[in-house]
């Protein structure tokens, strides 16, 4: 089999199973400009292709959102594979050393917290979902 095409398949199924949770792909940095400076509350769920991110974090990024307060806005960006935009979105979270897969919670704008690879590598898609929602309970409103 020719890698490229096996990692086209991976990285085309780690779109998609995103994008079919509710999150919006941003792809470039003025999609990223656009999304990231509104207000209210945005999730960005920086993707990859490792294990951790198809076990843990995409599972998490789907099964976290189905709570009493969520973000206004769920956005993704793909590590690796959109360059310009997780790099645009990277200089958000001011703070946090660049991680893939993670999740920035930003309010108007500005980062409010990370949960980051650390925090994801190793751990079951539970935990996961209960950090998300902890910080969901912090600062977002009812939905």
């Keep these: 089999m020719d890698f490229n095409i096996f990692m086209n398949d991976v990285v085309t199924k780690a779109r998609e199973e995103i994008t079919q949770a509710g999150y919006s792909e941003l792809t470039t940095a003025e999609e990223v400009e656009q999304s990231l400076n509104k207000e209210g509350t945005t999730l ?6 490792c294990g ?7 599972p998490a990024a789907a099964h976290a959102i189905h709570y009493d307060k969520r973000p206004d806005q769920l956005v993704t960006v793909f ?3 959109d360059r310009e935009a997780t790099e645009r979105a990277r200089e958000y979270f001011e703070g946090y050393p660049p991680s893939s897969p993670s999740f920035a919670l930003l309010k108007d704008g500005k980062i409010q917290t990370m949960v980051e690879r650390h925090d994801i590598e190793g751990f079951e898609p ?3 979902i209960g950090k998300l929602q902890r910080s969901f309970e912090e600062y977002c409103e009812e939905v």
């Design 79 to 81: 590590a690796g594979q």
């Design 126 to 128: 539970m935990e996961v």
């Design 44 to 49: 960005v769920m920086i993707n990859s292709v």
């Design 52 to 58: 951790c991110a198809g076990g843990i974090a995409r």
